[in-house]
């Protein structure tokens, strides 16, 4: 037993520190998560901006896509966990024509069988996961999580060997559970 009670003992220093250790912690994972929301939203990217005007406001691209008459797209997707991606549309010129989010169902709606797995990448950015099925036919589902009502959806596309899409629907999230009947 300790009979000098001015100095504290080794591990009640720990536990003071405690306490600032943990402070310290919040504020590393408060900017980490500050971190993850960057890039942030094109809400204030305005037609006629630059290329350059979008990548100070947005970071880098995820992707970049050309468009018909000499344009570009540029591609933000929050993958792989997101249920955003923005899609900021390029003149020839370089200038912002217009951005869109593009996961949701009018532009999934777009979508019509037959056009190719490029085609869907300019129109949608890559999906949140892919798997393999080998009935009807062999094919890759390209599954994507968007934001909506019920968010134990996903939008989901069959691509064939070819690079075609030749089935489009709707499949329950598995993240949410055992599907009961």
């Known amino acids: 037993m300790r009979s000098d009670l001015s100095t504290p003992a080794p591990a009640a220093q720990h536990l003071r520190a405690a306490p600032a250790k943990c402070g310290r912690l919040a504020l590393a994972a408060v900017a980490l998560l500050a971190a993850c929301a960057a890039p942030h939203t094109p809400s204030a990217i305005m037609a006629g901006q630059t290329a350059d005007e ?5 970071g880098p ?7 018909p008459g000499g344009g570009m797209r540029l591609e ?6 997101g249920l955003q991606t923005y899609m900021v549309d390029l003149g020839a010129d370089g200038r912002v024509i217009r951005w869109e989010q593009v996961l949701d169902e009018n532009h999934f709606n777009r979508i019509e069988l037959g056009v190719t797995a490029d085609d ?3 129109m949608l950015g890559p999906p949140t996961q892919k798997g393999r099925i080998l009935r ?6 390209w599954q994507y999580r968007f934001d909506s009502p019920h968010p134990c959806i996903l939008f989901e596309l069959m691509v064939d060997a070819n ?11 598995l993240r949410c559970g055992p599907i009961r009947s």
């Not at 690079?163 to 999230?173: A, C, E, L, R, S």
């Open 136 to 141: 009807p036919v062999p094919a890759v589902t």
């Open 163 to 173: 690079g075609k899409v030749i089935d489009k629907g709707y499949t329950p999230d």
């Open 61 to 67: 691209a995820t992707a970049r896509y050309a468009m």
């Open 54 to 58: 979008v990548q100070q406001r947005m």
């Open 76 to 81: 933000y997707n929050r993958m792989p966990m």
């Open 120 to 122: 869907v990448l300019r």
